[in-house]
């Protein structure tokens, strides 16, 4: 039983649809994957840059006067209590 050239090519096409869908696929996973790690990367740079700052006002200021870090005696004998 011979397949007719058109009905090969239907059977081609239809193979080559099948390929670039899953190409596509694959390609929207990895621009997520992308896109989450820019997220992720913004995410530490934030982090970085705030600790980055309080080392800095740590270094100008040890004991955190200025600016009322450390909370008064209760709360920390309250902190020291819970954590037990």
Known sequence: MAISFKERAQRLRGVELEY????????????QVLAEAVQTYQELKETIDA????????KADPEFKKK??????????????FSA
């Open 68 to 81: 009322g870090f450390l909370p008064d005696q209760k709360s920390l004998y309250r902190l020291m209590i």
């Open 51 to 58: 600790h980055i700052k309080l080392l800095q006002e740590y």
């Open 20 to 31: 670039a869908n899953q190409r596509l696929i694959i390609a929207n996973k990895m621009v």
